[in-house]
């Protein structure tokens, strides 16, 4: 098995959690980092749905989008002090960064 297609395989896994995961209260119209924490899980887990109905490709607008959504959540996630949240935000990070490292852009 490639390592491209482990990377596939271990993304759609973390997506599957990702989505599986109740949205934490705490984050509800909460803002840390200066990120409205709905509007980064929306972005983020758009870009990497896209990614993995793509076949791992991202256009050039989504990986720029997707890059911001990391420095976000960079930001954010040390002000997150409730467990269920900063769980679910290092987990979409983690996916996150996954997708930037494993990207074939197109224009």
């Not at 929306?42 to 076949?55: E, F, I, K, Q």
Request: proline share 4%; with cysteine.
């Amino acid at each position: 098995m490639s390592e491209s297609t482990e990377q596939m395989q271990t993304a759609g896994r973390l997506w599957q959690e990702h989505r599986h995961a109740p949205f934490p209260d705490s984050l509800r119209r909460a803002k840390f980092g200066g990120a409205d924490m709905w509007l980064l899980d929306l972005y983020t887990a758009g870009c990497v749905l896209r990614w993995l109905d793509n076949g791992g490709t991202l256009d050039s607008k989504n990986s720029r989008i997707l890059q911001s959504c990391i420095e976000d959540l960079d930001r954010a996630i040390p002000e997150i002090n409730e467990p269920a949240g900063a769980q679910y935000c290092q987990r979409l990070h983690q996916l996150a960064v996954l997708v930037s490292r494993n990207l074939t852009r197109t224009t």
